[in-house]
């Protein structure tokens, strides 16, 4: 477990122009150091769970949440990851080694607003990968987003293009200075590391 706490003088961040006030579908920003504080915690760990003819099987996890406040303004800093998990079920046996990952991640409603920083609801992805080792060398296998969900990237910023190219029609509820970056779809990759 690791609490952090950090209090900065001269963060930079952002203020509007004279004149941009309310939500407007664009502002014009300008660099300012102000006085922030960030907080939060990461915690990870993992455990075995059996040994036996199928090989090892373990849980391994991690979680991380971050605060981040402009100290003047109270308003939220930008590109604040939300609360977020990874949980993975692992297997090894023999040169193979295995996962079943679990990622969540809560909706970012906590945004820095004089960006108009657009929120995002929270997801929940599987992945799957598998690895085995080759003399010196590691060939990994590894499909992300196994469902193909749809979700938004909390950092992800936003597309601001003319019309609704990227969701037609248009989601309900949605502001006008852009919408949040959908995050990939389901992804097979396949890696080789060789050592020298």
């Known amino acids: 477990m690791e609490p952090h706490l950090t209090h900065v003088r001269n963060f930079i961040d952002a203020e509007r122009l004279p004149n ?25 760990g993992h455990a075995d769970l059996a040994r036996n003819d199928w090989g090892a099987w373990g849980v391994r996890g ?20 939300p609360l977020n998990a990874r949980i993975s079920l692992t297997h090894r046996v ?8 679990l990622v969540a991640v ?26 085995t080792r080759l ?7 590894g499909i992300d987003n196994l469902f193909d969900r749809l979700y938004r990237l909390p950092t992800g910023g936003a597309y601001v293009g003319q019309g609704t190219t990227m969701t037609n029609p248009m989601p309900p509820n949605v502001p006008q200075w ?4 959908p995050g990939p779809g389901r992804t097979v990759w396949l890696a080789y590391q060789q050592a020298f």
């Not at 003399?135 to 296998?141: F, I, M, P, Q, W």
């Open 20 to 44: 941009q006030v309310g939500n407007q579908r664009f502002v014009l920003l300008r660099y300012a150091n102000v006085s922030a504080r960030l907080y939060g915690v990461d915690l990870s």
């Open 62 to 81: 991690q979680l991380s949440y971050l605060k981040g406040r402009n100290r003047i303004t109270g308003d939220g800093l930008y590109q604040i990851m």
């Open 94 to 101: 023999g040169t193979w080694d295995s996962a079943l990952e």
């Open 106 to 131: 809560k909706a970012k409603t906590d945004v820095s607003q004089v960006r108009n920083e657009v929120r995002t609801p929270g997801y929940g992805l599987l992945n799957v990968r598998t690895a």
């Open 135 to 141: 003399g010196r060398g590691k060939l990994e296998l």
């Open 178 to 181: 852009g919408t949040a970056v």
